[in-house]
């Protein structure tokens, strides 16, 4: 009878770890969709340790440096499969292959996040996997859609999205990102449709309704709107733009490029900022 019951425990846990990694690897694949390299990696990271701590996989006994080498994929498509791969492994509880497989992901979405540019398009179809309204997940899905459905001209839905964005991620910690790129596009709206004032309150807005986020780095700001303003000869909303940036603690990495850029600005001349620069990352 004990030996059924320990039986019985043993298959009850493997159940229940098979269960919690199919949940992290959905995120992961989430974040992977949203081209959210970082994130991905972030959620990855757990799944690693189960399968680390697995005694079915060999304890902590880990693959060979050729075996990962040879898995790991430097394209979206070959990453993918090895999403897909991954959760095979897992539903048939290949443990010692999971963790092969996992490792050659975690590589693989870091070479993506190192290599790949910021600006990449985005597609509807491309974000298969959904999340509950008003979740993390949901930010960074319609985060990732709004700029993708601007970009396709398609204003009303990135309105939408944005506004999205704007209602649910106070709630949220880490997700100035995601706030900034909303005004962004929404000042961007606003703009074409020369609505001057209301493109104005968005770049302010960019910069004021973002929560102070040091162990996050945002990289830079979005010009996108800025230089959209410039362009129209208004001077001095950008001004106050790049003295905000240039206080806000996520972006210390930049801090010195966006002084040179103000005194460019102030001078008539500026260095360059990517204006098409997104912070999807």
């Known amino acids: ?7 019985l425990s043993l298959v009850a846990a493997n159940a229940a770890l098979a269960a919690s990694s199919e949940s992290q690897l959905d995120k992961v694949s989430l974040y992977f969709a949203a081209k ?8 990855l990271t757990p799944l690693m340790k189960e399968l680390m701590s697995d005694t079915s996989s060999g304890g902590s006994r880990l693959p060979s440096p050729e075996a990962i080498r040879d898995s790991i994929k430097t394209d979206p498509a070959g990453v993918s499969a090895l999403i897909g791969q991954l959760r095979n492994e897992l539903q048939r509880n290949e443990r010692a292959e999971a963790l092969k497989t996992g490792y050659a992901l975690g590589l693989s979405l870091a070479a993506l996040k190192n290599s790949l540019p910021v600006t990449t398009q985005l597609r509807s179809d491309q974000l298969q996997a959904t999340a509950p309204a ?3 997940l949901a930010i960074v899905q319609s985060s990732a859609l709004l700029i993708s459905t601007y970009k396709a001209g398609n204003l009303l839905e990135a309105q939408r999205l944005a506004e999205d964005v704007l209602r649910h991620a106070p709630a949220h910690p880490q997700t100035s990102r995601f706030v900034h790129n ?10 074409q449709r020369n609505d001057r004032e209301l493109a104005v309150q968005h770049l302010r807005q ?3 309704e973002l929560k102070p986020e040091t162990s996050v780095k945002l990289g830079q700001p979005s010009f996108a709107l800025a230089e959209a303003l410039l362009a129209g000869g208004l001077r001095q909303p950008v001004l106050d733009f790049v003295d905000g940036a240039i206080g806000f603690p996520g972006w210390e990495t930049a801090k010195e490029k966006l002084k040179t850029y103000r005194s460019g600005l102030v001078a008539g001349s500026r260095s360059s900022f990517a204006p098409d620069h997104f912070l999807l990352f």
Do not use: C, D, P
Not at 182 to 191: F, N, Q
């Open 1 to 7: 009878m004990w030996k059924f019951l320990i039986k």
């Open 36 to 43: 959210e390299y970082s994130l991905a990696l972030q959620a």
């Open 134 to 136: 008003g979740t993390r």
């Open 182 to 191: 909303a005004h962004t596009v929404l000042g961007l709206i606003a703009w």
């Open 206 to 208: 960019s910069i004021t």
